[in-house]
Structure formats: C-alpha cells, structure tokens
C-alpha cells in the first residue's frame, strides 16, 4: 500500500511539465493525527498462538513475526497546483514577484491565509490558471477544482481527515515479550537480532546508488562525459548484490539461529557521475 500511494504521488508530481512561461504554485497541508495506541493491560494472546509460541516458537515468528502493532501513526496529505500561464518573459518575472515571500509554514492562521488566498484571486483574473490536487486521506469523490476552491479545499482539509478517515504513516512495533505469554525460547536471543537491520541497510544504500545511476543515464543531457559502460556495468553488479542481500534476508526468515554473512563491496559505490549541468529554464538570453 505505502509503495502505491509514493507511485501516485510521484505520477501526480511528474504530470507537470514545465515551460519558459509557466509559474507553478504549489500548496500542501500534511496532517498527523494524535498516536493511536494500544492498551497494554487488556492485550494477550489468544489460544492458539499462546500455544504455538511454546511450543514451536519458529512457526509462531514465521506465521506472526517477532513483534505486534503497538502503535498507529495515521493523517493525511493535500497536494493542490496552480498552474499558471504566461505569455512573456516579463508576465513571468511579474508572477513571480507578486508571489515572492508568500509562502507560509506551520499552523495557518485566517488571517493569512485570507491574504494569500487574495493574492492568487488578483492572479486568477489575469491569467489563464488551472487547478489540480492529489489527496492522500479524507473521504468523498474529488470533483473538479478550480483556482479559486483550491485554497478553501487545503483550509479544510486537516479537519477531513480526523478520526479514522486518516490513512496510516507510520507504525510502532513491540515485542510480544512486553505482553503476557507462555514460556518458550526467548525471541531476543534467537541468532543475531541485528541482522535484518544490517541487511536492510546494505540494501538500501544499493538501491540508493542505482537510482542515482539510472537517473544520470536518463538524462544525459545533465551529465556531460557520463561513462555509460562503466554505468551499466555497475547496475550489472548491483543488481547482483542486492538478488544476494534479498536471498540472505529469505534464509535468516527461515532460519533465525544463523545470519548469512554478505559482506558490503565499498567499490561499488565509487562515483561515476560527473557533475550535474542544468540550463535555465528560462534560457540564456532575451
């Protein structure tokens, strides 16, 4: 679920494709709602699993993992666009200008948020605007928006998204440990508690680095003098590495008593990516 709202946003935010003359003004309201936790002294397991945990405490991680949802971090996220079209370069700067410095963060007040709104409304009447939002959160059918409901939409929204209309964010874990069960092999001293940990990060700094590397051959363009053979070369490898992490983190899961060892290959994470160039948008002359 979390890998396809980041694919929504990220579609939503790459949809804008912009020109000499366009002026993108961008307003989000991220909401985090108060932590939803779970009351502790009325938790425990039920029967079968109490059961499963001591007798067979591999099957019970295999089938219910080491730990349990303590903890629900839920809220929501508003995206609105205002598109804006200019004709020339000096319209352009004069947009620009007019929405300098109106930028506002943290807990809005009517007062300024009234001031902002206005500002877009003088803009409205003057240029050719569209509108568009992507919501993460709240309930209701998103209609078409205009400019002058986008603000109004971004105002209301934290208040849409209270209760259990938020959607979750993030998670807190506890070890089954912390609640009443029955004896058995301790989770915690089960093979090396660390071991997803470290694998996880080794991943992560590959996954990292291959993005970066497919970045710089999908625009080239930015990148003068990129080596493509020894790019490809090196995603060759790290797609290597990583199948070898994802099979060790398969085997511990399996068998939680013996960590497979993956040491981390520091050369591949040698630069090659020359130093990015990125023209004006705007271009270099008049």
Known sequence: MALQVATQKAQFISSFKQNSFTVYVMVRVHVENQQILLDLTSAKMNDKAALMYATD????????????????????????????????????????????????????????????????????????????????GAEGVLQGISSDQLIQEALAFPNQVL?????????LLLSYTQIPHPQSQNIQQMGDPNCLERLGKYYERLKRHRNDLLYAIENQQFFPGLPLTEVNDRL???????????AAAKAYSSNPDECPEVPVLDELFVNLIPP???PSRLGHQW
């Open 57 to 136: 405490i591999l099957e019970f991680i295999n089938l219910y993992g080491d730990s349990f949802v303590y903890g629900i971090l839920s809220g929501g996220d508003y995206f609105g666009v205002l598109e804006i079209e200019s004709k020339s370069a000096e319209e352009y700067r004069s947009i620009k200008a007019s929405l300098s410095g109106k930028a506002m963060f943290g807990v809005i007040s009517g007062e300024a948020a009234g001031a902002f709104e206005q500002e877009i409304r003088k803009i409205t009447t003057s240029y050719k605007m569209k509108a568009r939002i992507y919501r993460d």
């Open 163 to 171: 209760g259990g209309k938020g959607v979750p964010f993030s998670v």
């Open 236 to 246: 060759d490898q790290i797609q290597s590495e990583m199948e070898k992490v994802e």
């Open 276 to 278: 990015q160039v990125i």
